[in-house]
């Protein structure tokens, strides 16, 4: 078993979400106590939102010491129930491995869901273990056949039909199957905003991520009569709206699930792809196409015009840079094939958690990590474990000094402008975040850059450099 | 209202804490949906053992956009519930201002507890709210006139007794009142290992701190055949060992509970003083006493004899120095007078933040937070605070690069020796964390020493700046 050490445990639980993102299995994170175990459950949410495998191991006092009330008890089944799909307290050495075995298994069921297994302090010292037999995890269900034929019809009605994709059927065979399909009847392939994880690049399947921002994802789905859903959820704001409906489809479309993500996404497009019976055509692949090298002063195009240029082949891009970053998709999907992994349930301070976990899980593989300074904040203490395990993640850091979806989100309730003491719970300047030493501190190598040259020199050293770096990019 | 920016939730929960510590009254935290409010779980959980008033604001998603399972939706009640005493979720704008009331009227119950406020968008957002009066917490009952008798009883028996103090039986009126008890009848004060906070210092009430370690303890209470709880628990480890009682009186040992956490423990005090019906006794203060500095090699008894040389008049010393501060209360006991406040629930991560809300609370007075580097680690993102905020705090992380409390807690175990990969996950060097490094990129001046005259000169600097500075002490 390979131990990797975070120094809080947000990190950890970001971690094994971004090994089960890469791995489709689940890493397992040990965690101490209550308020140990707390302290992940941010990145806990996030992961189950992802629907991700993961077995949660937490230390407890033995009975005999929890009912003297110590400063430590707490009640930890209540602490993690909200996040755990599966939920046991260990009783016995005996019964240890077996329950161990029970949690892997749950973990692994349907597309991934979270498993904790609280273990008693005299459970884990007590003689008596016994090695559990393996036992493998049921695999899940395909929906039902009318289900598919009813995706079937809607995509032979001739309607104008988008198919939003999550989970498996982002990448791997899942795309190849949901490319083919969309090529043959015209429906357009669509990604959610918040991203598990999505092949893409030259040559990849085209899918088109929703916007974040409701009015602009209105608009990209305001064509479409016909929504099936493949193991996502419909699409709706983040955030509700004084007067606004949530929701991002028009009223006429209809919504059809044809798989839910505990279904089997995969195995759901292959039936219709055999359901169609049409001549299965194959999908144009995105084109090649890098960005040339821009140069001058930072710019948001500029910035991402250069990660476009430069983005090594079969990058795994981890992608929570928020507003800096809206426009770095587009300018990537014509560079080499990679992954792109986003922030599933909004919680902040994902990135470079996620990394590290792609990272460990990919070891030839680069990792872009993209991150605002204020999400990166929450969890920055990743940046020891990068440095610790050597892993090769370049983390670039977009310093706007604001919490700017904040000041975006406060504009969009129309309740007028913020005054000087919400302004200021919304700038995280004064004093200003020093990127390169925070980094430095870490044992991470950082620099800062003013200019897309240094920006394209600094990246560049960054993928070659076969270690973890840092990049502060003052905007 | 004053608002202050914390960059990460366990930041602003532990700063109200401290500041609920100082002012005997709550601070409100503004937190963010679920996610956000699990980030703050863990200094929740250190808070509720200090049962300090704090009133948590937490926003949610309107019903309407809950109903959508958009990413951010949480059970935010599930949450919440473990650490909130008083919970509600806020069901219109012309009710929000009457929930506010209870909420404050709800934490300053009894000495003080967690009370939690979930505020819908659209209660925030909508038309209506109306001031509500305020009404006053009811006062703290006393307890039942046959329990102090029975107290009073013991202290008259002439068996030796230890009086157990925590709360307000630890500063000001209180501790005044255990003194003359104590000075009166021979009993002997002692304090919790989980400190909230005890007034000490030159001529102050002599009262001895329990010891961490089972062994020392056990030691400290064996010549006790009485303890009169004051507002305390029963003294026990904080963790279980195999083969081994956690309780650390003697089973000879008769223990009765003055006042519960819930109860007036000052005037339980003041009516024991009656009951008892003695002359007062004036107890004989801490003797004046300062270490002289010293100064050569870096060890534990010279730091420790550096700080009681040095620390300035009513200071607020955070202690969460873990295994390199065990001298420390030894070393200060003749300093002049001061305050010291420690960790309550065993979760570390919470000196930095406990200092924050300290300082905020006696602006006028100097902190010193001392605290473990993997402790720092946890919720290093408080110094951004201190510099925001030019607050006084003096922070000293020792810097031992372990979890030394870890490693000794294995060998308690018995288990013989950890092997290489356990060893891994308690030594937290390679790379070794450069605090001076991480302190500047938080915009707190930071000095690294490796002489005791060189911690001299910092320390010294770091009280008179009158703002915020760092010293790492390499061990």
């Known amino acids: 078993m390979r131990c990797v050490l975070g120094l809080f445990e947000g990190v950890v639980t970001g971690a094994a979400d971004g090994y089960a993102r890469m791995m489709e299995k689940p890493a397992c994170t040990l965690l101490h106590l209550g308020p140990g175990f707390a302290n992940g459950l941010a990145n806990l949410h996030n992961a189950s939102r992802a629907h991700v495998p993961m077995v949660n191991l937490i230390g407890q006092h033995p009975n005999y010491h929890l009912r003297h009330n110590t400063p430590l008890t707490s009640d930890i089944e209540a ?62 269900a395909l929906p039902s056949t ?64 929703m916007q974040y921002v409701l009015e602009q994802a209105i608009e990209q789905l305001k064509e479409f009569r016909q929504l099936i859903l493949v193991a996502a959820e419909s699409p709706v704001a983040y955030f509700a709206y004084p007067g606004k409906d949530s929701v991002m489809t028009s009223p006429e479309c209809e ?53 476009g240029a430069l983005l090594p082949e079969n990058a795994i891009v981890v992608d929570e840079s928020m507003t800096s970053g809206r426009g770095m998709m587009a300018a990537t999907k014509g560079s080499p094939p990679h992954d792109w992994l986003g922030n599933t349930g909004g919680s902040i301070g994902i990135a470079l958690p996620l990394a590290v976990g792609a990272a460990v899980a990919c070891p030839e593989r680069s990792v872009l990590c993209l991150t605002a300074d204020g999400s990166a904040m929450y969890t920055l203490q990743a940046l020891w474990t990068m440095a610790r395990e050597g892993l090769k993640v370049t983390t670039v850091v977009f310093a706007n000094r604001d919490y700017a979806v904040l000041k975006r989100e406060f504009s969009y309730l129309g309740v007028g402008d913020a005054g000087r003491r919400a302004l200021d719970m919304f700038e995280i300047g004064r004093p200003d975040l020093d990127w390169v030493n925070l980094s430095k501190g870490m044992g991470v190598p950082g620099t800062r850059v003013t200019t897309l040259e240094g920006f394209a020199k600094a990246l560049q050293e960054g993928f070659e450099s076969g270690g973890p770096s840092l990049i502060e990019v003052l905007l």
């Open 146 to 209: 009318s289900v598919i034929e009813r995706s079937a019809d809607m995509l032979r009605s001739g309607l104008r039909t988008a198919i939003l994709l999550s989970g498996r059927a982002l990448y791997g065979q899942g795309l190849a199957a949901a490319g083919r399909i969309a090529a043959s009847t015209g429906a357009k392939l669509f990604a959610p905003y918040p991203l598990v994880r999505l092949e893409r690049g030259a040559g990849s399947v085209p899918v088109e991520r």
């Open 79 to 140: 602490i993690a129930r909200p996040y755990s799909k599966w939920l046991r307290t260990a009783s016995s050495a005996q019964q240890v491995g077996r329950d161990s075995i029970e949690a892997i298994v749950a973990s692994r069921n349907a597309s991934g869901q979270i498993a904790t297994l609280i273990v008693p302090a005299d459970v884990a010292w007590s003689e008596g273990g016994v090695v559990a037999e393996w036992s493998s995890s049921p695999k899940s």
């Open 255 to 307: 919504i059809h699930a044809l798989a839910t993500s505990e279904e089997d996404s995969v195995g759901a497009l292959d039936a219709i792809e055999a359901a169609l019976s049409i001549r299965r055509a194959r999908p144009t692949g995105e084109r090649r196409n890098r960005p040339s090298l821009p140069n001058g002063q930072i710019t948001l195009p500029g910035l991402a015009a250069t990660v």
